[in-house]
């Protein structure tokens, strides 16, 4: 059975470094994903998707409010997707999910983790 668990969330001050986890199991990350999606759900507002990552290419896309300071990768070895965030704001708290499509495209996301919290006080 697929399954997606996240970790490495906590409470930082702002300016500060997290990296959360991804770690796939069930499916091979490579070769049974065609792309795997960090989402942000901050409180109040809808979902975001902030990065993802083509799984076979390792073609990344950032939406603009992280870009320069996320950066998504992947440990094919370890089956595993990285987020790591630097210089955090303020505005990128909230519970972090990570989710994989397997069809075409990044828009079926049909896996998803049961998130990770992450804090950030200025």
């Known amino acids: 059975q697929a399954q997606l668990v996240e970790s490495g969330g906590g409470s930082v001050q702002a300016g500060g470094s997290l990296r959360l986890s991804c770690a796939a199991s069930?499916?091979?990350?490579?070769?049974?994903?065609?792309?795997i999606q960090w989402v942000l759900q901050a409180p109040g507002k809808e979902r975001e998707g902030v990065a993802r990552i083509y799984t076979m290419s390792g073609t990344t896309y950032y939406a603009e409010s992280v870009k320069g300071r996320f950066t998504v990768t992947q440990d094919n070895a370890k089956n595993t997707v990285y987020l790591q965030m630097n210089s955090l704001k303020p505005e990128d708290t909230g519970t972090y999910y990570c989710a994989a499509a397997i069809g075409v495209g990044c828009a079926d996301l049909r896996y998803w983790g049961q998130g990770t919290q992450v804090t950030v006080s200025s």
């Open positions: 069930g499916y091979s990350i490579r070769y049974n994903y065609n792309c």
